[in-house]
């Protein structure tokens, strides 16, 4: 696992339903594409609820961190790329 990918995204899943992320430590079109997406990925975060526990699961093979998150209403499974310790460069999710 890269280092800090899961605190990261920790962070970001925190920031994601505040509705507020730190877009200074998103790269250049993770920024993008969430300040597009932002009112969606909100309302997914909301409706799955806290999150109950994050779990490595691997590394897939374009070299992306996978953790599944389990929140109390629902498991989505998480692949992250990291552009520096704490800046993630690349973020994706879809439900399990």
Known sequence: TAPGAEAALKRHLE???????????L???????????????????????????ITFKGVGPAGADIFEVQFERGTT???ITMESEQKIAGLSYRPL
């Open 27 to 53: 790269g250049t079109g993770l920024a993008a594409a969430t300040r597009r997406q932002l009112g969606q990925i909100k309302e997914t975060i909301a409706r799955l609820g806290p999150v109950q526990s």
């Open 15 to 25: 920031e994601l339903r505040a509705g507020q992320p730190n877009y200074d430590l």
């Open 77 to 79: 499974e998480w692949r």
